[in-house]
């Protein structure tokens, strides 16, 4: 059996690189990251694919961001291939949440955690040795069309694969099979040169935010790896990664039992003893556990704040929150030597100026070093907010296609001063939107210049001040000196990017490269991280 994994997502992508060691033992796997890109390139390479593989299965991992290029993909797919001939699966946050709409473009649908469907899914067409006839009832989490009919496995549990979380085998990494687009050409597993490794120590969040997935789980449910089997999995890297200098735990809040925290900091610190990075939640951690934290590597921590207005997190966001947690958080990582990044939310319909003043004067608290990720809130389909959000006028069905076709967040990181897929008003036109009217505008711009590292606090201390007078000048120059040193980071980092690709591709290919982007001709979606 030959099976397709394809992912538009980030190339560290955990589940589909367990998804390639779960099958490579019993099929032909091959995994193809398309790393938010469609193009002539992209394009190319999967007829070229087609026509030489004919493969059984193509599986596609689905954000609903990444809906409008996975539309490109099976179009494509389609073109040489039948639906008797190959089957297309899609998993992922999206599938999920509206498997129906899925089957215009899929035959089976997984509606959970996905390792054993696609397993078993793989297994019964072993069995069969073609689709037609193929057993589906007992493939849990699977949903599938017959006769226009939806049908549903006999086993739908969202966590099934929980109870065997530690028998998975570890993600591939350098194996054959393994693509990786890097925007100029395709490649075999480039993350064999990384200097960081991305992995999860457990599954699930506690919390049931109403912008966020997991609120749409009526039982939410965090399941631990042992700590054991993370130090085997993080051993075996370092052997398989020779420029290995850092780890990220990326699980939603690390280290959340403290049992399991202490176990695993001593195995941690005896047997790897690399720096890392991890999230968390504002007052999760006593200041001992982030004592053990720091002394056993830990640098750099991120912390979802969103907002510090009570009402937002209460009423609106439904979430569990202190504000002071966040301001003691911050002292206290700072005095073990962890540098905090902290996670907002902003041009939310629901909050005021009064509630942005709320987190601006929160955030004028914060000591330095630390650095803010702003996200614009974006409706997803199906969540609690979304729904609130259409009940009382804030938003349209309507808009939500075309904010899928945009494929991107709009997101700001202010390490440095980029622009990071941005393209709200206020941030694109700061005089228009501070002058003309956007009460949220100036303070949104106070959020964002607090968290850059390269504009000196006390300058942005003045510009507060100044809006606090009704003196919005000052904010307007803040803006504006922003978007200069983000203009120079940008001139700098693209200098660099042409350098490296010239001496690696050559005049003609980069120059043919440069000329794409500039005719957008490509459809490209941007790291989301």
């Known amino acids: 059996m030959k099976v397709l994994i394809c992912t538009f997502g980030s190339t560290a992508h955990y589940a589909c690189r367990i998804f390639h060691a779960l099958l490579r033992d019993i099929t032909d796997t091959k995994l193809f990251f398309f790393n938010g890109r469609w193009n002539k390139d992209t394009e190319s390479f999967i007829i070229d694919y087609l026509s030489k593989e004919s493969p059984d299965l193509i599986a596609v991992s689905l954000l609903t961001l990444e809906l409008g290029l996975c539309r490109k993909l099976v179009d494509t797919i389609r073109r040489f291939r039948s639906p008797e001939e190959t089957k297309i699966i899609f998993g992922g946050p999206y599938a999920f949440l509206d498997a129906e709409s899925c089957f215009e473009m899929a035959d089976f649908v997984c509606t959970g955690e996905g390792e054993y469907t696609l397993y078993k899914l793989c297994e019964r067409f072993i069995d069969a040795k073609k689709w037609k006839g193929v057993v589906l009832k007992d493939v849990p989490n699977l949903s599938y069309r017959h006769n226009n009919v939806t049908y549903k496995s006999d086993i739908q549990d969202y966590y099934y694969s929980r109870q065997f979380i530690d028998d998975l085998p570890f993600p591939s990494y350098g194996e054959d099979g393994i693509h990786i687009y890097n925007g100029i050409e395709w490649n075999g597993d480039l993350l064999l040169q990384n200097d960081i490794y991305t992995l999860f120590a457990s599954r699930g969040c506690p919390n049931g935010c109403s912008y966020c997935i997991n609120a749409i789980h009526k039982v939410r449910k965090v399941t631990l790896r042992s700590p054991a089997k993370i130090i085997e999995e993080l051993c075996i890297i370092k052997k398989k990664l020779p420029n290995l200098k850092r780890i990220f735990f990326i699980d939603e809040i690390f280290c959340w039992q403290r049992e399991w925290a ?268």
């Open 262 to 529: 202490m176990e695993f900091m001593q195995l941690y610190k005896e047997k790897i003893a690399l720096p890392f990075e991890c999230e968390s939640f504002p007052g999760r951690h006593s200041e001992d556990v982030i004592k053990i934290l720091a002394n056993t590597g830990l640098r750099k921590v991120q912390i979802g704040v969103q907002s510090c207005s009570e009402r937002i997190l209460n009423d609106i966001f439904t979430r569990p929150q202190k504000i002071q947690d966040v301001i003691n958080d911050n002292k206290t990582y700072l005095k073990y030597g962890v540098l905090p990044t902290y996670d907002f939310i902003v041009d939310n319909p629901f909050e005021t100026p009064e509630d942005l003043l709320k987190t601006i004067e929160v955030v004028h608290l914060l000591k330095r070093p630390n650095f803010f990720r702003i996200y614009s809130l974006f409706f997803f389909p199906f969540h609690p907010l979304t729904l609130r959000a259409e009940r009382e006028g804030l938003y349209d069905k309507k808009d939500w296609s075309s904010d899928i076709n945009k494929g991107i967040f709009d997101k700001i990181t202010t390490d440095h001063a980029g622009d990071q897929h941005c393209k709200r008003k206020w941030y694109t036109n700061p005089l228009k939107a501070i002058t003309g009217g956007d009460k949220k505008a100036a303070l949104n711009w106070l959020l964002v210049c607090y968290g850059n590292m390269n504009i000196p606090k006390k300058m942005v201390d003045i510009a507060f001040d100044g809006y606090k007078r009704g003196k919005l000048f000052w904010v307007l120059m803040l803006a504006y000196y922003y978007k200069l040193i983000g203009l120079f980071y940008r001139l700098g980092k693209t200098g660099i990017i042409v350098v490296v690709a010239y001496r690696r591709h050559g005049l003609l290919k980069t120059a043919k490269r440069i000329m794409e982007k500039l005719s957008k001709s490509e459809y490209m979606l941007g790291y989301y991280g």
